[in-house]
């Protein structure tokens, strides 16, 4: 806020004005654990930009040559894109709160870089992925039921970790999935998923302690941790003799990808993925054209030459 000389007041640091802004984020924009540390990243940049210049006095010059900065050091077009919308966010927040009069934000785009499609796999290498012995580990129970359920339903990672039992409905197949800005939405589970889930929930109780909440839990009893799920994909992917570099949203890409690809329907793989914009979906039509690509060259007799 600024007091009668068009000054900031001494409260209001940059650092306090960040915080209080993060704040907002979390608790009445409810926005994930994840989503909020990459809004202080973002926020932490701008701050370290500009510690000879106010934030009350940043233009828009200085913007772009914060901008130019980071791209000079390699940022891509796409995080910098990304960087840009937290700054322009935490000014249109100061102007709501602090009396900001201009938002130095607007009007700055960032350099254009290509657009890199999303990894999946494919339908062959998806189903080798899941077809692992469970025998009479418990783990690797639990991990045919995370990865058979991220795979069949396209959940993002917290979403999974976010899962608790009372989600699941045996009865009609469906998991209710808290998504981005704490939207919730009703995602189907495949017959596998579902098979190996009944499984899960009967042994889950041998080592479950007092007060967890979450359906997939450690070999203590505890909520697993994102990392340790990601950990758990990747080195099951090497057992299974898949090269990729495999992660939990490879398996969301995946499930969007191969939905896309048998039902055309757009929409629903919009409205399975959560996804706020349809803009965003449309990344797997170029994955589905180019499939369609690869079998045209393959196979048509005017297609170019076989190498």
């Known amino acids: 806020m600024l007091n009668d000389s068009g000054n900031m007041l001494s409260g209001d640091t940059p650092a306090a004005l960040a915080a209080a802004y993060l704040s907002h984020l979390a608790n009445e924009r409810r926005l994930s654990p994840l989503t909020c540390q990459s809004y202080a990243c973002d926020i932490t940049v701008l701050l370290n930009f500009s510690k000879d210049v106010s934030l009350d006095r940043l233009q828009i010059h200085h913007i772009r040559r914060f901008i130019a900065q980071l791209h000079g050091k390699g940022f891509s077009g796409r995080s910098l894109a990304k960087m840009l919308s937290a700054w322009r966010g935490f000014y249109n927040y100061l102007a709501r709160n602090q009396d900001y009069?201009?938002?130095p934000c607007v009007g700055v785009h960032a350099p254009k870089s290509p657009r890199s499609l999303p990894h999946t796999l494919s339908p062959?290498?998806?189903?080798?992925?899941?077809?692992?012995?469970?025998?009479d580990d418990l783990m690797a129970l639990r991990d045919k039921a995370m990865f058979e359920l991220c795979y069949s339903?396209?959940?993002?990672?917290?979403?999974?970790?976010?899962?608790?039992?009372a989600d699941l409905s045996f009865s009609d197949g469906t998991a209710r999935v808290t998504g981005k800005g704490n939207k919730t939405r009703i995602v189907p589970m495949g017959s596998q998923a579902i098979q190996v889930l009944c499984e899960w929930m009967k042994r889950r109780e041998v080592l479950v302690k007092p007060g967890t909440t979450a359906l997939?839990?450690?070999r203590y009893g505890k909520n697993i941790s994102s990392r340790s799920i990601s950990q758990r994909l990747k080195i099951q992917a090497v057992r299974q003799g898949i090269s990729a570099n495999v992660h939990?949203?490879?398996?969301r890409h995946s499930f969007a990808s191969h939905l896309l690809q048998s039902s055309g329907d757009l929409r629903a793989v919009?409205?399975?993925l959560g996804h706020a914009s349809i803009s965003t979906t449309q990344i797997y039509t170029n994955l589905d054209f180019q499939h369609l690509a690869k079998v045209y060259d393959a196979t048509h007799p005017r297609a170019k030459k076989k190498g």
Not at 125 to 135: C, G, R, T, V, Y
Not at 153 to 165: N, V
Request: a negative charge; glycine letters at 2%; hydrophobic letters at 45%.
């Open 153 to 165: 339903s396209g959940l993002r990672l917290a979403e999974l970790t976010a899962l608790k039992p």
């Open 248 to 251: 939990p949203h490879v398996l």
């Open 101 to 103: 009069v201009c938002n």
């Open 216 to 218: 997939f839990i450690s």
């Open 270 to 272: 919009q409205e399975m």
């Open 124 to 135: 062959d290498e998806a189903a080798k992925l899941l077809e692992f012995s469970i025998d």
